[in-house]
């Protein structure tokens, strides 16, 4: 698709323009997500971005109470848990991601094998350092 670079900074500019981009190899044909700018394949280093449908199922999920910083200053706490999970993309890999339109509160009525679909939102930057997590990016999440 692109020329670019394949790098996290790249991978989240597209993500803020709501495009879930991963990356496939020149010579096999292998696509990654997260995108890898070496395919662990062949070992080609020729790689292109590529859009990914954003569709997939949850293949395992769990429910964070306690999270890390960028998640609390999200809102998410012990009274208002998120779930995150695997989901496995219709693409074949799996990608680790928040899943959102679930409740949370309700782990039980979370079913394996939901279909899902790519949504983004802004979230602090998930860092340690305060100088970073009080910066904002776009994150892909997976909405039921
Ligand atoms: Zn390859």
């Not at 080609?44 to 999270?67: H, L, Q, R």
């Not at 949370?104 to 079913?111: C, D, F, L, S, V």
């Amino acid at each position: 698709m692109s020329a670019e670079e394949i790098t996290v900074e790249s991978f989240y500019r597209f993500a803020a323009e709501k495009k879930l981009m991963g990356s496939k190899c020149s010579k096999c044909g292998a696509i990654y997500l997260p995108p890898r700018p070496i395919c662990s394949a062949c070992n080609n280093d020729e790689m292109n971005w590529v859009e990914m449908s954003g569709k997939g199922t949850i293949a395992a999920f769990t429910i964070i109470a306690a999270g890390p910083i960028p998640m609390i200053l999200a809102g998410y706490n012990k009274d208002k848990p998120y779930c995150s999970g695997l989901i496995k993309m219709d693409e074949g890999m799996y990608f680790c991601a928040q899943i959102i339109g679930v409740d949370a509160t309700h782990p039980e009525g979370i079913k394996i094998g939901t279909p899902v679909t790519v949504d983004f939102l802004e979230r602090p930057i998930w860092h340690f350092l305060e100088e970073i997590y009080k910066k904002n990016r776009v994150y892909p999440v997976f909405k039921v």
